[in-house]
């Protein structure tokens, strides 16, 4: 069983950075971010590879935002720049415990959550 803690959420305004964070208990292979808006369905944002070598991004937050690890301390980071009012939602962290090499979209690749966060975007 591994936990995921997300942290890191908050309010900005538009055209301001945030850096999530979230933190396995355990190891984890690919981790990826997804994010949820009220009403609708929770959508893929970033994925990175078990040793980092591959990333992989929606289109909308290419260029903005920045997906990272340190497997020293089971950490994975969400750097996100030039924030608009549209990447509000709640933040998930997801990870994958079994041995998977790439960075996937699908959420059912992964086998643990977290909890979310919020980023809220005010214009």
């Known amino acids: 069983q591994v936990q995921l803690e997300e942290s890191g959420g908050g309010w900005v305004q538009a055209g301001g950075s945030l850096r999530l964070s979230c933190a396995a208990s355990?190891?984890?292979?690919?981790m990826g971010w997804f994010r949820q808006v009220p009403g609708k369905e929770r959508e893929f944002v970033a994925a990175?590879?078990?040793?980092?070598?591959?990333?992989d991004y929606a289109d909308s937050v290419k260029g903005r935002f920045t997906i990272s690890r340190d497997n020293a301390e089971n950490t994975v980071y969400l750097q996100m720049n030039s924030l608009k009012s549209e990447d509000t939602a709640v933040y998930y962290c997801?990870?994958?415990?079994?041995?998977?090499?790439?960075?996937?979209?699908?959420?059912?690749?992964?086998?643990?959550w977290g909890q979310g966060t919020q980023v809220t975007v005010s214009s």
């Open positions: 997801a990870a994958r415990s079994r041995g998977y090499f790439d960075a996937p979209q699908a959420q059912e690749i992964y086998d643990y």
């Open positions: 355990g190891r984890t292979y690919a």
């Open positions: 990175i590879s078990w040793r980092g070598g591959r990333t």
